[in-house]
T-cell receptor, first 108, second 117 residues
Framework: AQRVTQPEKLLSVFKGAPVELKCNYS??????LFWYVQYSRQRLQLLLR??SRESIKGFTADLNKGETSFHLKKPFAQEEDSAMYYC??????????FGSGTRLLVRP | DAGVIQSPRHEVTEMGQEVTLRCKPI?????LFWYRQTMMRGLELLIY????????DSGMPEDRFSAKMPNASFSTLKIQPSEPRDSAVYFC???????????????FGEGSRLTVL
């Protein structure tokens, strides 16, 4: 069955430190992966999609098919990055399977 | 556009009562989703509508849950009778799946936090 695993419920780093939010997936086909973010008192929203190979707010994520991973990285964390982050896998044209989420806390 | 609109934002009810959650998707979107968020299970897809037709309801927990989409601008999720284990945040999301540059991106509402005592 398709699954998305985010092993860390909470990740705490200091401002300016590098951050890596882990995401592993299991999928038999060619995966389409996303990172969604929910800032405090805001809606859950798309941060980036792997197919776009984009950098959003300094975050990047590389799909590693060999390791079945899609980790989210940022070289220098900012306090405003504190939020809940969800990795998601597109199982079909419409169905997104979400991981359980990782709360990122960036301390001053 | 105000985005996806959900109501109520908070609902506290007693076990056995009927609960109805409402959602207005973004105009022009052809797909609507109901998700449930809990600490233990994260975000789970309950049901998916395309062009107002339920396509996938495999995530609906049991017969106590039902969802309707009578037209393109309104959907409801009903729980009858409600139980304490139904306490969660219920999200509605919409998207435009066909022929759009944002294909695959879901637009979420602010959620309805349900507490069943």
């Amino acid at each position: 069955a398709q699954r998305v695993t985010q092993p860390e419920k909470l990740l705490s780093v200091f401002k300016g430190a590098p951050v890596e939010l882990k995401c592993n997936y299991s999928y038999s086909g060619s995966p389409e992966l996303f990172w969604y973010v929910q800032y405090s008192r805001q809606r859950l929203q798309l941060l980036l999609r792997h197919i776009s190979r984009e950098s959003i707010k300094g975050f990047t994520a590389d799909l590693n098919k060999g390791e079945t991973s899609f980790h989210l990285k940022k070289p220098f964390a900012q306090e405003e990055d504190s939020a809940m982050y969800y990795c998601a896998l597109s199982e079909s044209s419409y169905k997104l399977i979400f991981g359980s989420g990782t709360r990122l806390l960036v301390r001053p | 556009d105000a985005g996806v609109i959900q109501s109520p934002r908070h609902e506290v009810t007693e076990m056995g009562q009927e609960v109805t959650l409402r959602c207005k998707p973004i105009s022009g979107h052809d797909s609507l989703f109901w998700y449930r968020q809990t600490m233990m299970r994260g975000l789970e897809l309950l049901i998916y509508f395309n062009n107002n037709v339920p396509i996938d309801d495999s995530g609906m927990p049991e017969d106590r849950f039902s969802a309707k989409m009578p037209n393109a601008s309104f959907s409801t999720l009903k729980i009858q009778p409600s139980e304490p284990r139904d306490s969660a945040v219920y999200f509605c999301a919409s998207s435009r799946l066909a022929g759009a540059p944002n294909t695959g991106e879901l637009f979420f509402g602010e959620g309805s936090r349900l507490t069943v005592l």
